[in-house]
C-alpha cells in the first residue's frame, strides 16, 4: 500500500461456517491496537455497541461523544478511527453483504442498504438490544452448537432490523415500488464504483436504461436529492476523507477524484464548504487526535 493513503483492514474470519467477526472491546484492542486508534478504511460492515463508558469515536471527518447505549453503524469503505478509553466496554461486530442479506432476491436488501448509508449512530437508552449482543457473544464462541452460524447470522439482522431499519423507516417512508427500490440500489452502487470517472448524470442513466427524469424520480423519493446532487455529495466525502487522513498533495488529490486540474477541485470545494481543500485539511490536522 502506497504510505500516503488512508490504511485499509479487511473482515478477519475467526469461524469458517459465517463471514462475521465478534470481539469485547478489550479483545478487539488487544488484536487491533496499533491500528485501530489510526484512521482506516474498512473493507467490511461493522456495528459497535457501548454497554458502559464514555468517549469519541470519528467517522470520516466527524466526531461523535458516545456513552452506554450507543451504537455506531459503519458501512463498507468508510474511515473511522477510535480513541482509546480502556474503561469503555462492549461490542465490536464485523461482517460481510455475503452474511448480513439472503442473497439478491432478499426483500430487506435495499432498506438495510439504505439505512447504513444514511445513519451512522443512534442511542439505546435502556440498553434493550445489549441482551441480543450477548446471545451473539453466546452462540459466536460455542463453535459446537448445532447451526451456530445461522443462529448468528439471525441474530445480527435482528439487531439491525430492531434498531437501524426501524429508526430509518420512522425518518422516512420509502414508498417506492419494488422496481425503483432495484433501480435506486443500482444507482447507489453505479456511483460508488464510478464517481472518480465520471459524474455525467446522462451516463448513468443510459447504463440503467432510463432517463434521467426517471433515475431523478428514483433519487428524488428515496433521498430527497437529485442524481447529480448525490453525485456531488459522494465526491465531497471522498474528497474530506482523503484530505482528513491521507498524506497525499492536493494535487494528486484532484487527478485521483478525476478533477482535470487543482483548481477545479478548490472551486468545486470552496462552493460546497466555503473553505478551501488547504484550509480544511489544516483545521482537520489542528483537531487530529494524538
Known amino acids: 500500500m502506497n504510505s500516503k493513503d ?11 461456517d459465517i463471514d462475521l467477526n465478534l470481539s469485547s472491546m478489550d479483545q478487539f484492542y488487544q488484536r487491533r491496537f496499533d491500528l485501530s486508534i489510526q484512521p482506516h478504511r474498512l473493507q467490511f460492515n461493522a456495528i459497535i ?17 458516545f456513552k452506554a447505549g450507543t451504537m455506531f453503524f459503519l458501512s463498507r469503505y468508510q474511515v473511522h478511527q477510535f480513541c482509546y478509553n480502556p474503561d469503555v ?11 448480513l442479506f439472503f442473497g439478491n ?31 451473539l457473544w453466546h452462540e459466536f464462541n ?17 439487531v439491525i432490523i ?34 472518480r470517472r465520471s459524474r455525467n448524470v446522462n451516463e448513468y442513466a443510459r447504463a440503467l436504461g432510463k432517463s434521467c ?32 487522513f491521507s498524506h497525499y498533495s492536493i494535487t494528486d488529490i484532484a487527478l485521483n477524484l478525476g478533477f482535470n486540474e487543482a483548481t477545479n477541485m ?4 470552496r462552493r460546497h464548504t466555503q473553505l478551501s481543500p488547504k484550509q480544511f485539511r489544516m483545521v482537520c490536522r489542528a483537531n487530529e487526535v494524538k
Open 142 to 158: 460455542n463453535h459446537d452448537l448445532p447451526f451456530g452460524g445461522e443462529v448468528v447470522r439471525t441474530l445480527l439482522r435482528t
Open 49 to 65: 455497541y457501548i454497554a458502559s463508558g464514555k468517549g469519541e469515536h470519528f467517522i470520516d471527518y466527524k466526531k461523535y461523544r
Open 6 to 16: 488512508i490504511d485499509s483492514i479487511s473482515l478477519e474470519k475467526l469461524r469458517e
Open 266 to 269: 478548490t472551486k468545486f470545494f
Open 89 to 99: 466496554t462492549g461490542y465490536v461486530l464485523a461482517f460481510s453483504d455475503e452474511t
Open 105 to 135: 432476491d432478499d426483500s430487506l436488501k435495499d432498506l438495510i442498504v439504505t439505512a447504513f448509508s444514511e445513519i451512522n449512530t443512534l442511542q439505546d437508552p435502556e440498553l434493550a438490544l445489549l441482551g441480543l449482543f450477548q446471545a
Open 162 to 195: 430492531k434498531s437501524l431499519v426501524r429508526e430509518h423507516q420512522a425518518k422516512k417512508n420509502l414508498r417506492a415500488s419494488a422496481a425503483r427500490s432495484t433501480t435506486f440500489y443500482q444507482l447507489k452502487s453505479m456511483i460508488e464504483s464510478d464517481f
Open 213 to 244: 427524469k426517471q433515475i431523478n424520480k428514483v433519487s428524488k423519493e428515496n433521498t430527497g436529492h437529485t442524481v447529480k446532487e448525490l453525485l456531488d455529495h459522494r465526491l465531497l466525502i471522498e474528497l474530506k476523507r482523503l484530505l482528513a
